[in-house]
């Protein structure tokens, strides 16, 4: 199930409002995170059903795990490693069995093997997210940093909360402990969510959706109908269906969890804006940004053992969240890549200039970094990517195929253009922050736009079949 299905928006959260505030009238909030768990799992049941018992049993795991590292001390470092072999096994079994086989297999055909019988296996949806999540409730526990939760079904609601199971945000576990056992509902917070939860959506079928025809247009194409321009436009659609495609999730997964009391921390602040590629990470996809600084940049040594050590343990995470984001040579020299420039700018003191002297070169110079990488990300293959590449770059001129022609409508240019003013937003400006927290009639009226008059024409292209699903729904 997706956020933005009608079954989700007419049926299941309408009948999960209506099941979690009949409870807080009827047992004054006692249920409310029973009634949260169940649809949660109703919500993972009806798009991966044959993996439910894997989270339940992780769950359950990690739920014994956290107990045991709380009260057995002494052997707490045992404990903690069952909990991460557990889950980086699983993760490893499910996103990167497919990958190693078929290397392996290539690998044996060149030897003159023929090897068969592996049958291909299906990823869990939301796997790397809620793992990670789980991880970071026995790293936090083991670190003395929050107590073990007690009560079963809170740990599971944290593990599992259907707002954000499948593409995060990832939630460290001392961001929303407190929550979990004390929160507090109010009208004000469910408008906040509600507008929300409608700008995400509009954001992600109006606007990312008419990009991503745009880029799936320009990277179907055969290398012999690419020319520069058309790569170019392929290269900077994607960037911008990629950023308001996934900024658009995590606004309806921070407005689904205001609508139940809960408040997440943000996942985007206008990465776009950033003025280096360091900018650019503290910009972009921020939890999982904060997740590898606090798990494994720091404790690797973080920079704290001299330069050598600073940019091994850099490039060490970069990797590893390439390959986090998919079992693919693409996402790995993707990872390389950014690691690179970051190293760069390292040892040459950039990252050191403040962010008010050459701002706007820097900002074009970060951007040009940025799209170019993306190309690495959207291919298919590393061959595709390497000519792709060498087009953007090799002056070539031919006409526009009758395919991208059919991308290239009226509509889908127009929410694109709409889109590159991310491209020149000052970078403390929040359009949502003003939708939700400011007073004034032009903000209400814009709220009221919201979601008397995107909601219905986001349902409208929903229903017409001219919706895709999020980009991050397959990590």
Known sequence: MVFSSNFFLFAFLPAA???YYSQRLLFNNKLRNTVLLVFSYLFYLYGAAGFLLILVLSTL??????????????????????SVLLNLGLLAYFKYANFFIRELGQTLQHLGFSPSGWERIILPIGISFFTFQKLSYVIDVFRGKSRALVNVVDFALYVAMFSQLVAGPIIRFRDISGQLKERKESWDLFYMGAIRFCWGLAKKVIIADSCGRIADGVFGLGIASLDTKTAWLGCVAYGLQIYVDFSAYSDMALGLGMLFGF?????????????????????????LSQWFRDYLYIPLGGNRQGVFRTYL????????????????WTFLFWGLYHGAFLLIERATRLRDISPQKYTSLRRAVTLFIVMVGWVLFRSEN???????????FTPINRPISYELSLALNFRNVIFMLAATISFFLPATFSLTECLMKYKRPVWVIAGLIAILVLLPYSAALIAGGS???FIYYRF
Do not use: T
């Open 17 to 19: 409002i209506i099941c």
């Open 61 to 82: 795991a990690d739920y014994v795990f956290g107990l045991l590292i709380d009260r057995d001390r002494c052997r707490k470092r045992l404990w903690l490693s069952f």
């Open 263 to 287: 408040k997440f921390l943000e996942n985007f602040n206008l990465p776009y804006s950033a003025v280096s590629i360091s900018d650019f990470w503290r910009r972009w996809h921020i939890s």
């Open 313 to 328: 343990n850099l490039m060490s995470v970069f990797i590893l969240c390439g390959i986090w984001h998919g079992a693919n």
């Open 382 to 392: 590393i061959f595709q990517a390497k000519d792709f590449l060498a087009v953007m």
């Open 467 to 469: 919706s895709n699903p």
